[in-house]
């Protein structure tokens, strides 16, 4: 039998030894977390690394904004510093005048009527003052300048006055018959003759032309109270609303000293002051709201209401015969900077009579009548009729005059009382009412027959933001029902 020689060989087993095996488990249990955190990460990152980009740079904005707007509200403080109380207590007085309907149109209403901020633009990496108006020290003791020979072309400019109404369209038609007709020359304007239109853009040293207030029966006709004062003003900004019209916003950021040399002057008829009425704005014993003097006129010339308020606007030299200068403002825009100020900065500075804000959005006339067309400004036949006119003359598609735009935007007219600018004024007004009451049209050809005319300011409309502070976009207060 064999022996068995097996050595027995025993292995002891204890619990307490490690588990080689189990370690390695967790071990790779641990690298496949960490692996999937990192996916995890890396996930994220590619589908929302957008947001990383895009909030810190909210951020940076919003830190900017808010920079700029501490930087102009401490402009503002500094530029219309002497301004801030006078400014205030006219406002109290306005707000206390309108009914509750009218005060709880909101505050953004508030804030735009009192906003002095300065409008600013960036030039050359630098941000610049769109108007640099003169500090409110030197506006105090500012006055008009010595008036020095023209040396003009133009020495006077005589105004067609009618020696007989009855030599007017024989003398068979009322001024109301004319209006229902819809006739654009009548009693206020004469009746203009092509050969004379040409003659009036003769540059000699006298010139007659055609100036509205052509017969005693013509229309516009104002008190004699009003005249008294309008003769008085040496200085005048002025405004209008017909036929109930945009509302009157008191002008804000004046010195003293101009409150006390320039004359504020609103021209409104019978149905805007019936329509301010009801809102609560009334005119004072003293022919006032606030700092302006309400002129009403009676016996408006023209059935379009848009005509009418160009005899203001262009032929202030003719309602106030004795005034050196002139600021005309639409009345959907708020008046906010010193007169002075302005007509230094516009006039004076750059040696011109004429200063008139260019158009925002275009620069050729024909640009502008296809605009006009579509906007349904003007009907399509009126405006063919005056741009077949301009070629006629040979007006070239030229979109600069003297280098800057031909095209103005005229909400603002800061102008020397001159023969020049008289005459300007006068076949500006012509033009209107020959053809459409769209002035932009008009403007650019009046510039190109009147050649000699060459020291105006066209300002950007950088400057007439800052000049004023449009309306337009504030809902109106609804009139009380009675």
Request: glycine share 6%.
């Amino acid at each position: 039998m064999f022996a068995n020689n097996h050595t027995n060989v025993s292995i002891t087993v204890s619990d307490e030894e490690p588990d080689e095996l189990g370690r390695m488990r967790v071990r790779a249990r641990r690298k496949r977390k960490k692996l999937s955190n990192r996916r995890l990460l890396r996930r994220l990152f590619v589908r929302y690394w957008t947001l990383l980009v895009i909030i810190p740079a909210a951020c940076l904005l919003f830190f900017e904004a808010s920079r700029i707007a501490r930087y102009n509200s401490s402009s503002s403080n500094n530029v219309d510093s002497e301004t801030v109380t006078e400014t205030t207590r006219d406002n109290r007085v306005v707000n206390e005048s309108k009914p509750a309907v009218e005060k709880g149109m909101g505050v953004e209403q508030h804030k735009n009527l009192n906003r002095l901020d300065p409008t600013t633009h960036v030039v050359g990496g630098v941000r610049e003052r769109c108007l640099k108006i003169l500090p409110p020290e030197k506006l105090e003791t500012m006055d008009f300048p010595e008036e020095k020979e023209s040396g003009g072309p133009i020495d006077e400019v005589l105004y067609m006055l009618s020696e007989s109404d009855a030599s007017f369209v024989g003398g068979n038609t009322t001024l109301s018959q004319l209006r229902t007709e819809d006739i654009r020359f009548n009693y206020f304007t004469g009746n203009q003759t092509f050969e004379e239109r040409d003659r009036s853009f003769e540059m000699k040293k006298t010139v007659k032309v055609h100036c509205g207030f052509y017969s005693v029966n013509g229309g516009f006709k104002i008190s004699d109270e009003d005249k008294s004062y309008m003769q008085a003003c040496k200085a005048v900004v002025s405004t209008c609303a017909f036929g109930g019209g945009d509302d009157l916003y008191q002008p804000i950021g004046m010195a003293k000293a101009s409150i006390q040399k320039v004359c504020y002057v609103a021209f409104w008829d019978e149905i805007t002051v019936k329509a301010q009425e009801l809102v609560g704005r009334r005119i004072g014993q003293n022919g006032f709201i606030g700092k302006w003097r309400v002129v009403v006129v009676q016996d408006l010339p023209f059935s379009d209401q848009r005509l009418n308020g160009k005899i203001p606007k262009m032929l202030s030299h003719r309602l106030f015969p004795q005034a050196k200068y002139s600021i005309w403002v639409d009345a959907k825009s708020q008046f906010r900077r010193d007169p002075l100020g302005v007509l230094e900065a516009l006039l004076w500075r750059s040696n011109s009579i004429l200063a008139i804000s260019e158009h925002g959005a275009r620069s050729s006339v024909y640009d502008e009548a296809k605009a006009v067309v579509k906007k349904n400004k003007a009907k399509p036949e009126e405006v063919e009729v005056q741009l077949n006119q301009y070629k006629k003359d040979g007006l070239p598609e030229d979109k600069r005059f003297n280098g800057k735009k031909a095209l103005c935007e005229a909400s603002v007219i800061v102008k020397k009382h001159t023969p020049l600018t008289n005459l300007l004024m006068c076949v500006w007004f012509n033009e209107v009412v020959r053809f459409t009451s769209r002035d932009q049209l008009s403007f650019p050809y009046v510039l190109w027959r009147l050649k000699a005319f060459k020291n105006i300011h066209m300002f950007p409309v950088c400057t007439r933001k800052d000049l004023v502070n449009s309306m337009g976009h504030i809902r109106k207060a609804k009139p009380l029902q009675g």
